[in-house]
């Protein structure tokens, strides 16, 4: 993970993305990229004739604003003991993101935005998102992967494999009949971890309602520093309806961080 890319902006949840970014960074002797974005197509109206209405000084202001963000991050990371670059957008944040992720290592992030839910299916880069204002402090010492057996699982699993060799503890969630309905029970996990040598300890859950509420359960009594899950394994639609693992978790304004790929 040595190139990790920053959702930017003012306020106290872009300084702990940025904060944890730059820990990462020096642990991975790593380079981050900071990205500030403009959604210019925010200040461009569609008249009732279909003709555009650009907003022109709003949009100036906006730029003006931004780029004087972008400047002032740029000359703060220059005393940082990490290798840093700003660069700037003009897209919406999704799609913005998604174009600048595509050959970094991880993307960071806050939950309780609709960014950090459509990012993970916008781009195969996985993503970390953290708790609101809330950086991480160092190495994440106790990681938890919650496993269904699905392709998103697996592909969180190996693209976490960076921070869980160096993990203190790694746990290995499964609600009890859903990774050995995929056909991937969670055993298979801890073989593929200790063959790039992690040691792992798994944990079956007993279902109590759903497996998002018996995860967030679990989660909410002994919370990791980490959770390394799949997101959206049984589709979007099918969370927004039912409630998913990813709805459960990334809505939730507390808690562990999570490293989300789909």
Do not use: K
Request: with cysteine; hydrophobic share 50%.
């Amino acid at each position: 993970m040595r190139s990790l890319l920053v959702d930017a902006r003012p306020g106290p949840a872009g300084r702990a993305r940025i904060e944890t970014a730059l820990t990462l960074a020096r642990q991975f002797d790593g380079h981050v990229t900071l990205l500030v974005d403009t959604p210019v197509d925010r200040f461009i109206a569609v008249d009732g004739l279909g003709g555009s209405l650009v907003s022109a000084e709003a949009l100036r202001d906006a730029m003006a604003e931004d780029d004087a963000f972008a400047a002032a991050i740029d000359a703060q990371l220059a005393r940082q003991d990490v290798c840093c670059d700003v660069v700037r957008g003009e897209g919406e944040p999704v799609a913005a993101l998604a174009a600048a992720a595509r050959l970094a290592d991880l993307v960071v992030v806050s939950r309780g935005e609709p960014l950090a839910a459509d990012l993970p299916l916008a781009t195969r880069c996985p993503v970390l998102a953290l708790a609101p204002g809330e950086a991480a402090a160092g190495p994440f010492a106790r990681i938890a992967v919650a496993w269904d057996g699905g392709d998103s699982a697996a592909h969180a699993l190996r693209a976490s494999l960076p921070l869980l060799v160096r993990a203190d503890t790694v746990t290995v969630l499964t609600v009890q009949g859903e990774a050995e309905a995929a056909g991937y029970p969670a055993t298979e996990v801890l073989s593929y971890l200790s063959r790039h040598g992690v040691s792992a300890e798994l944990r079956p859950l007993v279902r109590q309602g759903s497996a998002a509420a018996t995860l967030a359960t679990v989660l909410a009594v002994d919370p990791p520093d980490l959770v390394v899950m799949g997101a959206y394994g049984h589709g979007r639609l099918r969370a927004a309806l039912f409630g998913g693992v990813t709805e459960r978790l990334l809505g939730a304004g507390a808690g562990p961080a999570l490293l989300l790929a789909h």
